[in-house]
């Protein structure tokens, strides 16, 4: 991913912390010689050394992503930048946070592994509901998805949040966003500009 040097995150542990909080992610892989992406929740597993998540068992990426190097794209928010909310000269732009992870997929169809793997998305999900929703899937519903578990390569983050900015503009731009209700990038950049 191309990445101007002020906007990238390569602090391992930063990188994890936004994938868990973002874990809806696209999981793109080559299949019949074109690029094919799947958009699906996943979870941070191993410590961070892989991710895990599962396909339904009629997905055409099944047919080729076992043991394929595949990448999986991660977006947080993002907002229109307009060179008015500047105090210098500017251009229009966009302020975002992505992360892209590489790594080898291996699937799985244990049936003990699956139902371990739906139970943890579900407790994830369903964390802080009043009456949280317990899954109880058969062997039958069980064999109608597979899991993928992916083994990391490699993580790299852009978090383009007007850092190459002075200070004054980047507050101005905080204080516009906050104003036309884009609250989740407004914090992303205080967040990130006040580290």
Known sequence: MYTPKHFAVSDHEELLRFVRNNAFGQLTSSCNNRPEASHLPFLVAQGGERLLCHLARQNPQLNTIDGQQVLVIFSGPHAYISPRWYTSPGVPTWNYQTVHVYGVARTFTDDERLMSLVNEL???YEAGADAPWRPEYSPKLLRAIVGVEIEITEMQGTYKLSQNRPQ???QQVV????AEGEIAMAQAMQRWNNA
């Open 122 to 124: 579900s407790e994830k």
């Open 168 to 170: 004054q503009d980047r």
């Open 175 to 178: 204080d516009a966003l906050t």
